[in-house]
């Protein structure tokens, strides 16, 4: 059977993901569906003793992150405000019956001016600035709810949400939009042409939007392109926001899929040339970075 010397959670909205950790390397991984929103709060423990109890000996240190913290998680962790370090002193012990359990879980990070937080994004740029040492500049976290952050001398100094990735879902899923824009394909010089319109005209995004419509209705536009478009549309509009953060910045997109491409030729439009960089591998080097923070102070 493998034994863990600890274990790597990265617990969302939707998903559990696990890594058992002999040291830093990775002897084995699991994954369920299991997410914050599937679960009450006498419920998390059981579903991660059903991911990781072959791996479990006297007692396993599980370091966790995102949103099993949040108030509706296992225990809320409570944010830090920036500045301060991704991983500030946010880190509290979620209450467990199994005796073999000890869980740390990760606080998040917010700002009081303008209003913001996050809650799972901190580990990921722990991790990447520990891969990265003495990188500063901005990190864009592409998603459902994406980050733009500002990292400097090893800190979060600022940062902004934009809610693009959930206004894609509900504009292509729920919105008339639904008709005319597919899943699945893409055209990229849609996607470019997009981006260029709504960074010069973001003020005509809604006209835009359901111009996609009647292009389909009138000129048989294909969903494929409609899809690129919308896409564009929207990225287009949050770089326009985010100008402040990304210009003239060493830049860095956490992501290793479509999206973080997406971003990344969005950017490269207006000359940012942007390093990607495996969200997940983030993730674990950024829960790694925890362990040996509570080591040292335990």
């Given at each position: 059977?493998?034994r863990?010397?600890?274990?790597?959670?990265?617990?969302?909205?939707?998903?559990?993901?696990?890594?058992?950790?002999?040291?830093?390397?990775?002897?084995?991984?699991?994954k369920?569906?299991?997410?914050?929103?599937?679960?009450?709060?006498?419920?998390?423990?059981?579903?991660?003793?059903?991911?990781?109890?072959?791996?479990?000996?006297?007692?396993?240190?599980?370091?966790?992150?995102?949103m099993?913290?949040?108030?509706?998680?296992?225990?809320?962790?409570?944010?830090?405000?920036?500045?301060?370090?991704?991983?500030?002193?946010?880190?509290?012990?979620?209450?467990?019956?199994?005796?073999?359990?000890?869980?740390?879980?990760?606080?998040?990070l917010?700002?009081?001016?303008?209003?913001?937080?996050?809650?799972?994004?901190?580990?990921?740029?722990?991790?990447?600035l520990?891969?990265?040492?003495?990188?500063?500049?901005?990190?864009?976290?592409p998603?459902?709810?994406?980050?733009?952050?500002?990292?400097?001398?090893?800190?979060?100094?600022?940062?902004?949400?934009?809610?693009?990735?959930?206004?894609?879902?509900?504009?292509?899923?729920?919105?008339v939009?639904?008709?005319s824009?597919?899943?699945?394909?893409?055209?990229?010089?849609a996607?470019?042409?997009?981006?260029?319109?709504?960074l010069?005209?973001?003020?005509?995004?809604?006209?835009?939007?359901f111009?996609?419509?009647?292009r389909d209705?009138?000129?048989?536009?294909?969903?494929?392109?409609?899809?690129?478009?919308?896409?564009?549309?929207?990225?287009?509009a949050?770089?326009?926001?985010?100008?402040?953060?990304?210009?003239?910045?060493?830049?860095?997109?956490?992501?290793?899929?479509?999206?973080?491409?997406?971003?990344?030729?969005a950017?490269?439009?207006?000359?940012?040339?942007?390093?990607?960089?495996?969200?997940?591998?983030m993730?674990?080097?950024?829960?790694?970075?925890?362990?040996?923070?509570?080591?040292?102070?335990?």
């Amino acid at each position: 059977m493998t034994r863990a010397d600890w274990i790597a959670a990265d617990w969302g909205t939707t998903n559990l993901r696990v890594w058992a950790m002999k040291g830093g390397s990775v002897i084995d991984t699991a994954k369920s569906d299991a997410g914050m929103a599937q679960l009450d709060r006498d419920q998390f423990e059981a579903a991660l003793l059903a991911l990781i109890a072959p791996w479990l000996s006297d007692t396993t240190p599980v370091i966790a992150c995102g949103m099993v913290g949040a108030r509706q998680g296992w225990v809320e962790a409570p944010y830090s405000a920036v500045p301060c370090m991704p991983i500030a002193n946010g880190v509290v012990l979620a209450t467990s019956i199994d005796p073999r359990l000890r869980v740390h879980v990760i606080g998040g990070l917010k700002q009081e001016k303008p209003a913001d937080v996050m809650r799972g994004e901190e580990t990921q740029i722990a991790g990447f600035l520990a891969l990265n040492t003495d990188w500063d500049g901005v990190i864009c976290l592409p998603g459902t709810h994406t980050k733009w952050v500002h990292v400097s001398a090893g800190e979060i100094v600022s940062f902004q949400t934009f809610m693009t990735g959930e206004q894609f879902n509900l504009l292509s899923g729920a919105s008339v939009l639904r008709h005319s824009v597919d899943a699945k394909g893409w055209d990229a010089q849609a996607f470019e042409e997009a981006v260029s319109d709504t960074l010069s005209r973001p003020e005509r995004l809604a006209a835009y939007l359901f111009n996609l419509r009647a292009r389909d209705l009138l000129h048989g536009q294909s969903k494929d392109t409609a899809r690129a478009r919308l896409s564009g549309l929207l990225i287009g509009a949050e770089l326009g926001a985010a100008r402040p953060f990304w210009l003239g910045q060493n830049v860095a997109i956490l992501g290793a899929d479509a999206l973080a491409k997406a971003y990344s030729d969005a950017l490269q439009l207006q000359g940012v040339h942007a390093t990607i960089a495996d969200a997940e591998r983030m993730t674990l080097a950024g829960l790694q970075a925890a362990y040996r923070q509570i080591k040292e102070t335990t």
